[in-house]
């Protein structure tokens, strides 16, 4: 039995809830990594260069930066649901259209809308999920969101080395019908449109969780906002947040001008540097164009895209790392030891190249090493404190610009990663990032408070303390 009491929620109720939310996430991680198995075969058939191959990869995070934008701006006005929906018909829509375009145009136009999707989502789904959870256990919980990227990304893996393997079984006896067009003759196509499946069972699930209670109570709904606290904390600790929210947000103007003004200062600082150094370890140089890498390093496509279904299992079970420990150590030590972990796996990838001890498992493995730090730290963390540090009135605008900086890096890093790589080469390259990502230990260790174990409402006080 799972019953609501006074002293406690219902917890299989939180984790239903939460695991829809976070099932953004899940579109999120397979939207950015499906293009990773496409990138090959579209550079074939279309002839791309390096910008034109960048433009394609890329294309999708100018959506993300123009849905970060205005994710903020539309969930505090329509409510974190709604615009939740939204961006799941964005990624449906999406699915589809990157399935039958016969030019790079129409497609980059397809991936440009689920960029707009994934933006829209990254902001949102841990927003909610912040927004709901108990203190004792927000971490974990918007860490099951970076679970979910993780597992999405996982997933288009598989997928795509699936779809691979199905397309070469078809042989020469499978004819020139649609289903030949999209998995033998052209399997870009059966990658990018495998997502329209999770896309509607995300639409389809949100009608089943509530909306945010922090954003009913500031619309005036108090009681409806009361009840859904109630049935997540327990009737006690409902009441508690409760007063705290109505005495939290009697004390904001609920104007973007609050995060310029001294007590607030701080937290804008943490939620731009913090999202840019999680993409400026050149995470997503590896999930983007992870295929491409490997068999610089000896692998071939098949046996690269298979290296990547272990980069995804590392990621995943790493990511569980964070869940059991960001509420019982802290934010902070998870940041300081995984960047520190980030830093020398950096180092020891471009010391790989330099001496050409690449082949194989000798690349890998500093590449394995690298997404475990990653996972457990600047993977999660950036998405656990952004949604933690703002003011609740405005928290979905202000959150939009550590989202908006997060993919703003991403876009940095998808356009330059492979004229870096062929101009400069890998050991250079490898090493840029570890020096531009090192500045996150000493912004960790000096500016960065910890926010374990405390209310929203609470570590907004503490701002305004100059605390």
Known sequence: MDEVTPSRGSRIYLAVVCTVAALGGFLFGFDTAVISGCVGFLEDQFELIDWTKAFVVSSALVGCICGAAVAGWLSDRFGRRRVLMLAAVLFFVSAVGCTVPRDVPTLVVARWIGGLGVGIASMLSPLYISEISPPSVRGALVAMYQLAITVGILVAYFSNAAIVAWGKS???????????????????????????????????????????????????????????LSRVNGSAEAEREVQEIRETLAQEQGTLEELLAPAYRGALVIGILLPLFSQVSGINAIIYYGPDL??????????????????????????????????????????????????????WIGLSFYFQVTSGWLVLAPILMFIACFAFSLGPLPWIVISEIFPTRIRGRAMSVGTFTIWAGCLLVAQTFPPLLNRLGPSPTFWLYALLVFPAIPVTLFFLPETKGRTLEEIEAAWQRGR
């Open 170 to 228: 078809f042989g020469d006896s499978a004819g020139s019908g649609f289903l030949n067009w999209i998995v033998a003759a052209e399997p870009w196509r059966a990658m990018f449109g495998t997502e329209a499946i999770p896309a509607a069972a995300f639409f389809l699930l949100l009608f089943t969780v509530p909306e945010s209670p922090r954003w009913l109570f500031q619309r005036g709904k108090e009681e409806l906002a009361r009840r859904i």
């Open 294 to 347: 490997l068999e610089k390093a000896g692998f071939q496509l098949s046996e690269s895209l298979g290296g990547q279904v272990i980069v995804g299992l590392v990621n995943c079970v790493f990511t569980f790392v964070a869940i059991l420990l960001v509420d019982r150590i802290g934010r902070r030590p998870l940041i300081l030891f995984g960047t520190a972990g980030l830093v020398a796996s950096l180092a």
